[in-house]
Nanobody, 122 residues
Framework: QVQLVESGGGLVQSGGSLRLSCATS????????MAWFRQAPGKERELVAA?????YYADSVKGRFTISRDNAKNTVYLQMNTLKPEDTAAYYC??????????????????WGQGTQVTVSS
């Protein structure tokens, strides 16, 4: 069973930065799509960024967030800069096996982390 463990969330002031990490136990990490979703209270879970052989970013985070991966460490990162109060949410790491293509659909992802809270104060 693949396990994903996130870390790096916390409380930060508007304009600040945080880096999220997600370590996975998957043996074929280098050939999987890794993604970061977020979910704010009362809202649907949404894709923030994903990485395969290419990258995807939601319009709301383009130019501020960067997703990257270290295949040697089976870890994916989300560097978040210029954070805004509207970025406040629980952030979830997800892994999609099979196709190498990125999907924005929650149900297309096979494994999920437990989530880490990011709170941005104004």
């Amino acid at each position: 069973q693949v396990q994903l463990v996130e870390s790096g969330g916390g409380l930060v002031q508007s304009g600040g930065s945080l880096r999220l990490s997600c370590a996975t136990s998957g043996r074929t990490f280098s050939r999987t799509v890794m993604a970061w979703f977020r979910q704010a209270p009362g809202k649907e879970r949404e894709l923030v960024a994903a990485i395969s052989w290419t990258t995807y970013y939601a319009d709301s985070v383009k130019g501020r967030f960067t997703i990257s991966r270290d295949n040697a460490k089976n870890t994916v990162y989300l560097q978040m800069n210029t954070l805004k109060p509207e970025d406040t949410a629980a952030y979830y790491c997800a892994q999609k096996d099979g196709s190498w293509s990125i999907s924005t659909t929650v149900n297309d992802y096979d494994y999920w982390g437990q989530g880490t809270q990011v709170t941005v104060s104004s």
